[in-house]
């Protein structure tokens, strides 16, 4: 029975994998929370559930990210924010938790097979990926998200850094969708090295995260989540998140100000 950890399970991307997922009587899930509580009202019976084990605490605490990520077949970290803001450091903060936990399970064990690791990334920070869309979008979009691409960008370092120059040997794998909405799986989903599905639901996105854990003979590092199915419209309130990010992005000062005077 193979056991896969999800790191963010409260998110819409860890919602949408714990149901994928348990489709499967045969899979066991590890799920790192934050907030058990927030879990249960999200699953109210999954306390009950045999093929779930819950690890609350500090994304912080080794030793607990350890135990979550011990024997297990593939990790999902799917930690993220949907807020761009200054000095964010999730995506960097999960990566080097990771990292050390896997140093420690291996400094336990020598002999320990370690888990594939799927990182949850974007279309944006791949060229061969957003090489197709206007100059201008991508120019927008990239600022407007600047802060969560930036701390995405130091994750993804501190991953390269040890798959070039560690011992660990660790698999990992980059999932790099493009917009995405909520919604269940909305078509046939595959993968690809240089395509990416414009808009996609979060439901195709653990699609595409399930089967580049799952496929063992999945030669891409870095994935692009195509859909083959009724091309989506772009996520409602797109505009204000975007130009909010452009906000915290040139502007911080002012947005510091707006939140100290409540107006945000």
Not at 86 to 93: N, S
Not at 105 to 109: F, G, M, S
Not at 147 to 155: F, I, R, S, V
Not at 157 to 169: D, H
């Given at each position: 029975?193979?056991t ?5 399970a ?14 499967n009587?045969?899979n066991?899930?590890?799920l790192y ?12 019976n999954?306390?009950e559930n ?9 994304m912080n ?12 077949k593939?990790?999902?970290?799917v930690?993220a924010s949907?807020d761009?803001r ?8 999960a ?9 420690n ?5 020598s ?20 090489a197709?869309?206007?100059w ?5 979009v990239?600022?407007?998200?600047w ?9 993804i ?13 660790i698999?990992?794998r980059?999932?790099?969708p ?8 909305s ?8 395509k990416?599905?414009?808009?996609v639901?979060y439901?195709?996105?653990a699609q595409?995260m399930v ?16 859909v ?24 911080p000062?002012?947005?510091?100000s707006?939140?100290y005077?409540?107006?945000?």
């Open positions: 029975m193979p896969f950890a999800i790191l963010g409260t998110g819409l991307t860890g919602q949408q994998l714990v149901h994928t997922l348990l489709q009587p045969e066991k899930l590890n929370v934050r907030s058990r509580s927030k879990l249960t009202k999200l699953f109210p999954i306390t045999k093929q779930v084990r819950i690890f609350q605490g500090s605490d080794i030793k607990l990210v350890s135990a979550c990520l011990d024997s297990t593939v990790v999902f970290s930690l949907n761009s200054p000095g964010m450091t999730i995506a960097r903060d990566a080097a938790t990771i990292l050390s936990a896997l140093r399970l291996k400094d336990r064990d002999s320990a097979k370690l888990p594939r690791v799927v990182v949850l990334s974007s279309a944006s920070m791949n060229p061969l990926l957003y197709n869309e206007p201008l979008v991508h120019l927008v990239f600022n407007a998200f802060h969560m691409y930036y701390d995405l960008g130091e994750a370092k501190l991953y390269i850094k040890e798959i070039e120059g560690g011992n660990l040997g698999d990992i980059f999932v790099e493009g917009a995405l909405k909520e919604g269940d799986v078509g046939r989903v595959s993968l690809a090295r240089d990416v599905t414009d808009v639901t439901g195709d996105l595409a089967q580049t854990g799952e496929d063992e003979k999945l030669e891409l590092r870095r994935v692009g989540v195509v083959d199915g009724k091309k989506l419209g772009l996520p409602p309130g797109i505009a204000l998140t975007v130009l909010d990010g452009l906000a915290w992005s040139f502007a000062w002012l947005m510091r707006f939140q005077l409540g107006v945000i």
